[in-house]
């Protein structure tokens, strides 16, 4: 097969470049916030007085409820206990670009599902945020002073799925729900499982489900893995062979090819690459500037242009630092704005938009989901976060997000919504419009495997 001739895909999968963050959080790193209780969560003022005699006809103030009325109303309403949930997101270290883009969703997520209120079965939402930095000392540290000092009832988080992997065991010591996001590691959902881990963000191993019948029928059956050597990499590159190697794919190495992520001469994998000639290389790569590194090695070495890169698109700010010359290029993306036609990414857009001055990125939909999530549960347990009223509620639960329908698998704890297949058409449309859908993967067919204790 004669590679040059086909499309081929180009995809920084989880490639974070520290400088450039603006798009995911308009440049700064949102502050610990604390407690932040609103003007609806303030102690019940005196009530109304509303006339008694029968026989005095009703002035048009006392028709219409006044607006003081109405927020003494709200009031009463939200007077409940507040709920404190705690927020673990990488906002200033490696994955600080990802990190963000889950926080920033997040917050419009909460907005959303409770109409603005940030208020469920009448309790008032504080959300209490720390910056783990990736780094699982800090994580680990972060997530038991939330529930240890700051009485968190629910744990959501972590852009490192090392540092995620840390923090569902102290959640699950607690009996603290944890949510996942956007950390991607299978494991998570499997090896890792424990019965307070949830995510509602996609699974790695849904890439591969992805793209991979794309990839065959375009480009062929013969491939490599060139994978950063941790959790997530070892995970993905795990996920790609199953899922490539079930469909008639043949790998040119017994194993994956697994380079540290601190590398910085990339020539002895590459030669391996070159030499091996396949049809396409499938990357795995997340960290830092180490990623800027390998693809202007895999640029410069020749490998760019001549074997096809299959993993898929990026955040925002990635795909504007693309080549031009690669707009054709084909490949999977978790989320892009542009993407779904929903009611809720429609508000994510609008609202991401107002606030942040771009539209939503990579891991957006995944904080703004998962909150939907969060507050769809509470509503059905009348507010109550004990795994015992939770757990039952989450599993099997679904709920109409930016994607579409996302469910909850009773299983593993593993939501599961659609993906895409888009061709890059620009990259540098002043709005981010980068894309064109070539195929929306339903839920069901990226559906990762079940892989947890729980699953029959």
Not at 57 to 68: D, L, R, V
Not at 106 to 112: E, M, S
Not at 329 to 338: A, C, D, M, P, R
Not at 385 to 395: F, H, K, R
């Amino acid at each position: 097969m004669n590679v040059k001739r086909l499309p081929w895909l180009v995809f920084t999968l989880l490639m974070v470049l520290a400088l450039v963050l603006s798009a995911c959080g308009g440049g700064e790193a949102p502050p610990d916030t604390g407690e932040q209780p609103t003007e609806a969560v303030s102690q019940p003022t005196e009530a109304v007085e509303v006339p008694t005699e029968p026989e005095e006809e009703p002035t048009e103030a006392m028709e219409e409820p006044t607006e003081e009325m109405e927020e003494t109303e709200a009031v009463v309403e939200a007077a409940g206990e507040p709920l404190k949930i705690g927020v673990l997101s990488d906002l200033t270290g490696a994955l600080a670009l990802f990190g963000n883009e889950m926080w920033n969703g997040l917050q419009i997520g909460f907005d959303y599902a409770t109409d603005g209120s940030m208020v469920v079965a009448g309790r008032p939402i504080e959300l209490i945020i720390r910056d783990d930095t990736s780094d699982v000392e800090a994580g680990t540290a972060a997530a038991r002073e939330l529930i240890e000092a700051e009485g968190v009832e629910i744990l959501i988080g972590n852009a490192s799925s090392g540092v995620a992997a840390q923090v569902q065991q102290i959640a699950d010591e607690n009996g603290v729900l944890y949510f996942a996001a956007p950390a991607a590691a299978h494991d998570i959902v499997g090896a890792n499982w424990n019965q307070h881990t949830f995510r509602i963000c996609r699974d790695s191993a849904q890439d591969a489900s992805t793209i991979a019948g794309w990839a065959i029928n375009n480009l062929g059956s013969r491939y490599l893995i060139l994978a950063e050597d941790y959790a997530f990499g070892q995970d993905t590159a795990a996920a790609f062979q199953a899922v490539f190697g079930a469909m008639g794919a043949e790998f040119l190495t017994e194993q994956p090819i697994f380079a540290p992520s601190d590398t910085t001469d990339f020539t002895p994998y590459i030669q391996q690459i070159l030499q091996a000639e396949p049809d396409g290389l499938i990357l795995i790569w997340a960290s830092n500037t180490s990623a800027q590194i390998l693809f202007d090695q895999l640029t410069t070495q020749g490998v760019t242009g001549n074997i096809p890169f299959i993993t898929g698109f990026s955040s925002n700010d990635l795909t504007r630092l693309l080549d031009p010359g690669m707009a054709g290029s084909v490949g999977l993306i978790v989320y892009h704005y542009t993407l779904p036609q929903t009611e809720a990414n429609d508000y994510l857009t609008e609202q991401y938009i107002e606030r942040f001055e771009g539209p939503p990125d990579l891991f957006s939909e995944c904080g703004f989901a998962t909150a939907q999530a969060v507050v769809q549960a509470l509503e059905e347990t009348g507010g109550d976060t004990s795994p015992e009223a939770m757990i039952p509620v989450l599993e099997g639960m679904t709920f109409e997000g930016p994607k579409g329908t996302y469910n909850i698998r009773a299983g593993d704890h593993q939501a599961l919504a659609p993906m895409y297949v888009v061709r890059l058409v620009n990259v540098d449309d002043p709005e981010d419009r980068f894309f064109e859908l070539v195929d929306e993967v339903s839920a069901e067919e990226s559906a990762p495997p079940c892989d947890s204790p729980n699953c029959e």
